[in-house]
């Protein structure tokens, strides 16, 4: 089970907390509904649900394989991302080739069962969610080297500088497939208690979505489909956001943080544009990515959009 320690003290309301779910789940049983929208409201508050033993989304045998790339392949150093809206794999090289097909099997797979278990065990969100990527993590989180920004052992809500939500929120799904270590992670506040603080502080949501003109301008744009309206203001914050933070050392330092451990082969699911989270270290782990548009929460005055734009007191999407 994941255990919570604390690196500084991080209880109480505005801190994720996690929630351990006991029972096995089969591929094919949905959960009773009440339960499931429970599951939901908690975690669009900006909770962690915790499976402690995976459901059976990925074969022992093709477990394996991925597993046993870390000693054949170059692939090694990159992430290995799944589209399936194109059905295609990217984080390859060239030379790799022959591996793709074989990959883009194993990682299909594993996509498809996770949207067949969320949709049993998340029931508002099926069918209303938009299937996002899928990614293989074979790298050793701890000592990874990268820019700022893409590093992921800095406290951040997530955000895709290339790919807009436009307002739906982006929940991710967790396996950890290592046989022998754990994937650590820390978590801080959530946006409902760290998000109004930052867009008030230099007046930031105010520069972002401009004065009246402008944004008349913008909305000029987007009728005329010109570039300089396609980005949703909403995503410019959450951008902005998502580096500031990374930026600052001394909120990196100083923030109060509480630590978790996700054993082999545990699950989790979590929000991850309200939950500022980082992860420490951990090797082998596959992700699928969910967008749930706003007419399938529960809790949609806890999204960050409604937090934004109830701030800012007009839209911030397109």
Known sequence: MAAPTTALPASGSGFSHLLAVEDSFPLDASL????????????EAGHIIFLPSSPDLISQED?????????????????????????????????????????????????????????????????????DYASYRPIEE??????????NDLLHFDSFPTRP???????????????????????????????????????????????SVTRGLRQAARTLKLPFGRRPLYDEFMHRCH???????????QAPKSRWEFPPNS??????????????????????????????LVKREKSPLRILQKIAGYPLTL
């Open 32 to 43: 009773p509904l009440q339960r499931s929208l429970d599951y939901c409201a908690e975690l």
């Open 267 to 296: 699950a989790w699911m979590v929000f991850t544009d309200c939950v500022s989270h980082a992860v420490l270290s951990g090797q082998y782990a596959l992700e699928q990515t969910f967008m749930i548009p706003q007419s399938a």
């Open 63 to 131: 477990r394996d394989l991925l597993l046993g790339r870390r000693q054949s392949s170059s692939a090694i150093h990159k992430n290995i991302a799944y589209r399936p809206a194109e059905d295609r794999i990217t984080g390859l090289d060239a030379s790799e080739a022959r591996e793709t097909d074989e990959l883009r099997r194993i990682m299909r797979g594993f996509s498809q069962h996770s949207a067949e278990f969320l949709s049993r065990f998340l029931i508002p969100y099926a069918g209303k969610w938009k299937l």
């Open 165 to 211: 939500t436009n307002g739906a929120r982006i929940l991710r799904f967790f396996v950890n497939i290592n046989p022998t270590e754990s994937r650590i992670w820390l978590t801080s506040q959530t946006f409902e208690a760290f998000g109004p603080r930052f867009a008030l502080a230099g007046n930031l949501l105010a520069s972002v979505g401009g004065n």
């Open 142 to 151: 701890k000592g990874r080297s990268a820019r700022v920004h893409a590093r």
């Open 243 to 253: 580096n500031a933070m990374k930026e600052d050392a001394a909120f990196q330092d």
